[in-house]
C-alpha cells in the first residue's frame, strides 16, 4: 500500500479508458522469510487492506477486476507450458521476487495485447 494510493488512480485516469479490461492480479501467498526485500509484515491484514482497496477501485471501473493468483498444480502446468513449453515454472524468482504471478496474470488476461504494469509504476 505503500505507493497504490497514488499511484494506482493517476494510473487509472490516464489509461482507462484506453484499454478494453483492467486486470488487477493479487498474489495473496506470503513470500519467502529469507527475502527480507519481499517479505511483508502483518501479511493477512495488509492484503485484506489491499483487497478492500481494489473493491473500492473496481466500483468506479466498470472493466476492473481483481485475479486471485491460483496455485493449483494444474493452473502452474497451464502457465508453464503457455510461456515456458513444459510442466515446470518456478514461483518466485531467485531473490524471492514474484515471477509466477506475473505470468500468471498475463495468462489470464482476455484479450490478445496485454500491458502489464506495477502500481509503483508511472509513464
Request: charged letters at 25%.
Amino acid at each position: 500500500m505503500r505507493y497504490i494510493q497514488q499511484t494506482l488512480p493517476h494510473q487509472l485516469r490516464v489509461l482507462g479508458s484506453q484499454v478494453d479490461e483492467i486486470q488487477f492480479t493479487l498474489d495473496t501467498r506470503p513470500r519467502r522469510k529469507d527475502s527480507t526485500r519481499y517479505t511483508i509484515e502483518n501479511h493477512e491484514d495488509r492484503l485484506a487492506e489491499l483487497r478492500r482497496y481494489l473493491e473500492t477501485i473496481c466500483n468506479d471501473f466498470p472493466d476492473a477486476s481483481i485475479v486471485e493468483v491460483d496455485y493449483a498444480p494444474s493452473c502452474l502446468a497451464d502457465v508453464a507450458r503457455a510461456f515456458a513449453g513444459g510442466e515446470f515454472i518456478p514461483k518466485t524468482a531467485w531473490n524471492g521476487s514474484p515471477f509466477y504471478a506475473y505470468l500468471y496474470g498475463i495468462f489470464r488476461a482476455r484479450n490478445d495485447y496485454v500491458f502489464h504494469m506495477d502500481s509503483d509504476m508511472l509513464y
